[in-house]
């Protein structure tokens, strides 16, 4: 059984910083491609950034620049820093794989960012 949780979220200012982390149980993690998701509130579930199991980072162009995808193989976590903080940027943060598997996703962290 595989279980993704995520944690760091929090409300910030617009122009700040958070960390994100997704800590992977189970018999996922290396050599799965990992993504970060977010879902704004009357918004389809998104892809913001993915990693391979050999570190090659793909971004969508919305937080290019600002955000840093990365993994730790030997404690099965992914993390999201995430800079330069917009309003837009507000949602529930989520970890799946890439492609993304129903049965895995998690709670999800919520982050809010005030204008």
């Known amino acids: 059984q595989v279980h993704l949780v995520e944690s760091g979220g929090g409300l910030v200012q617009a122009g700040g910083s958070l960390r994100l982390s997704c800590a992977a149980s189970?018999?996922?993690?290396?050599?799965?491609?990992m993504g970060w998701y977010r879902q704004a509130p009357g918004n389809q579930r998104e892809l913001v950034a993915r990693?391979?199991?050999?570190?090659?980072?793909v971004y969508a162009d919305s937080v290019k620049g600002r955000f840093t995808i990365s993994r730790d193989n030997a404690k099965n976590t992914v993390y999201l820093q995430m800079n330069s903080l917009k309003p837009e940027d507000t949602g529930v943060y989520y970890c799946?794989?890439?492609?993304?598997?129903?049965?895995?996703w998690g709670q999800g962290t919520q982050v809010t960012v005030s204008s």
């Open positions: 189970g018999s996922i993690f290396r050599g799965f491609t």
């Open positions: 990693i391979t199991s050999t570190d090659i980072t």
């Open positions: 799946n794989t890439f492609p993304r598997r129903p049965e895995y």
